[in-house]
C-alpha cells in the first residue's frame, strides 16, 4: 500500500509559536506562580490534557471571576481588546501568543472602524478568533459564513465596508461571498486575512485526495481549520475519515485499498500525525 503524507499537515507557525510560549511559560514559572491559557490554547485534547498535567490550566471568562495574578498566556486565536482591559485589571501578566496575521487584522479592523468603516468579517461568528477580531471593531461589524447571509446583508447605498476573512476559512468560499457582497456596489475595500499557510494546507488536501483510495484527516473534534480540511477532502475521495487520533482509526477503512493520504489540522502535533503514518505502514 501507498501512504503519503502532505507536507503542509501539522502545526502551522502561529500554533507553534503559541504551544511552545506555552510550555516555556510552563517551565519558568514552575510552581512559582499560577499559568493558564484563556481558552484551550489549541483545539486538540492531547496537547490540552499534557499541558494540564504540567499544571497549566484553561481560564475563560466566566472562570476569571475571583481570580487575581498569575500568568495569562494569549492563544494564537488572539481576543477582543475587552479581554486585554479585563486581565490587566485583574492583576494578570499577560503573555502574548497570538498569531500574527491575526494581529493584522485586528490593526485592520480597528483602523477602518475608527474612520466608520462598516466591517465585515467572513468566517464563523462562534469561532474564537472571529470573536476577536469583532472585538476591535469600533463600530457595526457583521459575520458571514454562508451565501444567504451574504445575499441577506443590506446596508444603505453610501456605506462604505472592509471585508476580512477568519485566517483558516475555506479560499474558495471566501472568493464566492465577496462576489456576492460586491454585487450589491458598496464602496468596499477586500483583504484577503486568509493564511497562506491555511490555503497551501487546503490546496494540497484536494490535490492529494483526488489521486488515492482513502483519505485520513486529523485534528481535534473542535478544530475549524480541521472541519474544512475534511469537507475538502471529503468531495475529491469519498472514503475520507475524520480521527483525532490512532485509536479512532479503524483499519476495515483501509483493506483492498491501494493508497492512503494523510493530512492534518493546524492544531495536530507531529507525533500523533507520525503514529497514524507509521501504523497504517506497519498494518498494511
Not at 519558568?28 to 485534547?45: Q, R, S, V
Not at 477532502?233 to 490512532?246: G, L, P, S, V
Amino acid at each position: 500500500m501507498k501512504v503519503i503524507v502532505a507536507k503542509t499537515a501539522g502545526f502551522c507557525f502561529g500554533v507553534k509559536r503559541a504551544v511552545d510560549t506555552v510550555y516555556e511559560q510552563a517551565e519558568k514559572e514552575a510552581a512559582l506562580c499560577p499559568i493558564y491559557t484563556y481558552g484551550p490554547i489549541i483545539h486538540n485534547e492531547e496537547v490540552v490534557k499534557d499541558l494540564e498535567e504540567r499544571g497549566v490550566c484553561v481560564l475563560d471568562e466566566e472562570k476569571m471571576e475571583g481570580i487575581r495574578g498569575g500568568t495569562v498566556i494569549i492563544r494564537s486565536h488572539g481576543v477582543s481588546r475587552k479581554v486585554y482591559e479585563q486581565l490587566e485589571a485583574q492583576g494578570f501578566q499577560v503573555v502574548d501568543a497570538t498569531c500574527p496575521f491575526v494581529k493584522k487584522i485586528h490593526r485592520i479592523v480597528r483602523e477602518e472602524s475608527e474612520k466608520g468603516t462598516a466591517i465585515v468579517i467572513v468566517g464563523n461568528a462562534s469561532h474564537p478568533e472571529v470573536k476577536g477580531i469583532r472585538g476591535w471593531c469600533k463600530g457595526e461589524a457583521y459575520v458571514i459564513e454562508t451565501p444567504e447571509e451574504a445575499e441577506k446583508l443590506s446596508l444603505p447605498g453610501d456605506t462604505k465596508l472592509c471585508i476580512v476573512s477568519q485566517t483558516t476559512f475555506n479560499y474558495n468560499k471566501f472568493q464566492l461571498l465577496v462576489e456576492i457582497i460586491l454585487k450589491k456596489s458598496y464602496d468596499s475595500i477586500v483583504v484577503n486575512t486568509i493564511c497562506s499557510a491555511t490555503h497551501e494546507r487546503q490546496a494540497e488536501a484536494k490535490q492529494l485526495a483526488s489521486k488515492v483510495d482513502v483519505m485520513l484527516v486529523i485534528g481535534g473534534k473542535h478544530s475549524s481549520n480541521t472541519q474544512k480540511l475534511y469537507e475538502i477532502c471529503r468531495k475529491e475521495c469519498n472514503d475520507t475519515y475524520y480521527i483525532q487520533t490512532i485509536r479512532d482509526l479503524k483499519y476495515e477503512w483501509l483493506e483492498g485499498k491501494r493508497s492512503v493520504g494523510i493530512t492534518a489540522g493546524a492544531s495536530t502535533p507531529n507525533y500523533i500525525i507520525e503514529e497514524v503514518h507509521r501504523n497504517v505502514r506497519v498494518k498494511f
